[in-house]
């Protein structure tokens, strides 16, 4: 059953911009890890963003100082807002939340972003 939903996704060239979307039920969105995670085509998926209930973020090497993690708290939605768009960041993108000391459990259904060189 999903329960998070992602939107946003689509084509842009390379350089360009794209805000990625994830809208939560408020038990899921109050969880302790809110993630965006990616999977190309024939790779593993990986963990570009996270936030955290704290309100600490990390980031995924590849993307740092490119892609910014956001939430809002009064719309139960988190963000991910990237910019200077690669066409290696092409791939289909996950919003996922975990609690406390579990592994992320809950998944959206996955958007596509395409980035053309």
């Known amino acids: 059953q999903v329960q998070l939903v992602e939107s946003g996704g689509g084509l842009v060239q390379a350089g360009g911009s794209l805000r990625l979307s994830c809208a939560a039920p408020k038990r899921i969105f109050s969880m302790n890890s809110l993630g965006w995670f990616r999977q190309a085509p024939g790779k593993q998926r990986e963990l570009v963003a996270a936030?955290?209930?704290?309100?600490?973020?990390n980031y995924a090497d590849s993307v740092k100082g490119r892609f910014t993690i956001s939430r809002d708290n009064a719309k139960n939605t988190v963000y991910l807002q990237m910019n200077s768009l690669k066409p290696e960041d092409t791939a289909v993108y996950y919003c996922a939340a975990a609690e406390l000391g579990r592994p992320y459990e809950y998944w959206g259904q996955g958007t596509q972003v395409t980035v053309s060189s």
């Open positions: 936030i955290y209930y704290s309100g600490m973020t």
